[in-house]
């Protein structure tokens, strides 16, 4: 199947813009929407790229994207929300009514393909609302047997625009001791390039239909050891102090009302409970075209290096991977 024009639900974010990126490589036709289109102004000038502005979580909007597209990839996810159970509204909204949406519009316009970003430890049994919310889009889009679904499950992603090590960088900025909860969860961060190429390999590729896939890096880490190595990377290493399970809640939930958003939440905390890592004997899947997953150490040392004009040097060395 040659899907001619794709439509990238969530295009314009941390994960999307890679994907966009690599399908216009491709020669794809691309079709973005976003609320703001001046937020997304780094994919206008891509071949083959079209923005509109439109609110995806408007029925009729929604729909008009989805007719005029033969093949959808959502990457749109949220990382808090308001409280409630099984999970709050927020999560509700993006991570199930959406995915249901999409595809009751993908059912009325005939579109059959979908690929579907979730998260790694997605179950409705899951200790967070996080992860029982992106399970439940899961089993919406799997009830949907019409469907030519394939879900990637990926750990934390890491990049040059990421949440989560750029977080630790920018804290060391300002604190001279970092104290964190949860320091021995476990990560296996993945390269959003890679999970970028493995959505794109899969999109016209048969055997990757109604399948799910794990998306994890070549090495496991602990927070502490995550922490200490985005702070080493900028250029301000510091000192991590453990805090005991009582005191990651009470902190989170202070950072919760951090100005412009929340910086972690006890939801965050609840999901970190469980191992972000793959089985011991994963491998990524041949049919997804990745022989070689990105160390952390390879590429993160030259995004973090650019939050500190101090670390320049650093940054020509881990540009000439010395």
Same mark, same amino acid.
């Given at each position: 199947?040659?899907?001619?024009?794709?439509?990238?639900?969530?295009?314009?974010?941390?994960?999307?813009?890679?994907?966009? +990126?690599?399908?216009?490589?491709?020669?794809?036709?691309?079709?973005?929407?976003?609320?703001?289109?001046?937020?997304?102004?780094?994919?206008?000038?891509?071949?083959?790229?079209?923005?509109?502005?439109?609110?995806?979580?408007?029925?009729?909007?929604?729909?008009?994207?989805?007719?005029?597209?033969?093949?959808?990839?959502?990457?749109?996810?949220?990382?808090?929300?308001?409280?409630?159970?099984?999970?709050?509204?927020?999560? +509700?909204?993006?991570?199930?009514? *959406?995915?249901?949406?999409?595809?009751?519009?993908?059912?009325?316009?005939?579109?059959?393909?979908?690929?579907?970003?979730? +998260?790694?430890?997605?179950?409705?049994?899951?200790?967070?609302?996080?992860?029982?919310?992106?399970?439940?889009?899961?089993?919406?889009?799997?009830?949907?047997?019409?469907?030519?679904?394939?879900?990637?499950?990926?750990? $934390?992603?890491?990049?040059?625009?990421?949440?989560?090590?750029?977080?630790?960088?920018?804290?060391?900025?300002?604190?001279?001791?970092?104290? *964190?909860?949860?320091?021995?969860?476990?990560?296996?961060? $993945?390269?959003?390039?890679?999970?970028?190429?493995?959505?794109?390999?899969?999109?016209?590729?048969?055997?990757?239909?109604?399948?799910?896939?794990?998306?994890?890096?070549?090495?496991?880490?602990?927070?502490?050891?995550?922490?200490?190595?985005?702070?080493?990377?900028?250029?301000?290493?510091?000192?991590?102090?453990?805090?005991?399970?009582?005191?990651?809640?009470?902190?989170?939930?202070?950072?919760?009302?951090?100005?412009?958003?929340?910086?972690?939440?006890?939801?965050?905390?609840?999901?970190?409970? *469980?191992?972000?890592?793959?089985?011991?004997?994963?491998?990524?899947?041949?049919?997804?075209?990745?022989?070689?997953?990105?160390?952390?150490?390879?590429?993160?040392?030259?995004?973090?290096?650019?939050?500190?004009?101090?670390?320049?040097?650093?940054?020509?060395?881990?540009?000439?991977?010395?």
């Amino acid at each position: 199947m040659n899907f001619q024009r794709i439509l990238v639900i969530g295009g314009s974010g941390f994960i999307g813009r890679h994907i966009v +990126a690599k399908l216009a490589a491709r020669g794809h036709s691309v079709l973005v929407p976003t609320r703001r289109r001046e937020r997304a102004k780094h994919l206008i000038m891509l071949p083959g790229v079209e923005v509109i502005e439109a609110n995806i979580f408007e029925r009729t909007s929604l729909l008009s994207l989805i007719a005029q597209c033969d093949a959808v990839i959502n990457c749109v996810g949220i990382l808090h929300s308001r409280r409630g159970e099984p999970y709050g509204p927020d999560f +509700a909204k993006v991570h199930v009514d *959406l995915p249901r949406q999409i595809a009751s519009g993908m059912k009325t316009h005939g579109v059959k393909r979908l690929l579907h970003l979730s +998260a790694l430890g997605a179950s409705s049994e899951a200790p967070s609302m996080y992860l029982r919310s992106k399970a439940d889009g899961e089993a919406v889009l799997k009830a949907e047997h019409d469907l030519d679904l394939t879900i990637f499950r990926p750990s $934390v992603v890491f990049g040059p625009e990421d949440s989560f090590m750029n977080l630790f960088a920018r804290l060391a900025r300002y604190l001279p001791i970092l104290v *964190l909860g949860n320091t021995e969860a476990r990560f296996q961060p $993945v390269y959003v390039e890679d999970v970028a190429l493995a959505c794109v390999n899969a999109l016209e590729n048969r055997a990757t239909y109604k399948k799910f896939y794990k998306l994890c890096g070549p090495k496991v880490y602990t927070l502490r050891e995550l922490v200490q190595f985005a702070c080493s990377a900028s250029g301000r290493p510091r000192v991590i102090i453990g805090l005991p399970t009582v005191l990651a809640r009470l902190q989170a939930w202070l950072l919760e009302f951090a100005p412009g958003g929340p910086l972690m939440s006890r939801d965050n905390i609840d999901s970190m409970k *469980l191992p972000n890592i793959a089985p011991a004997d994963w491998k990524m899947a041949p049919e997804l075209g990745i022989k070689r997953l990105t160390p952390l150490e390879q590429e993160a040392p030259v995004y973090l290096a650019l939050l500190n004009p101090r670390s320049q040097y650093n940054r020509f060395r881990a540009r000439a991977r010395r």
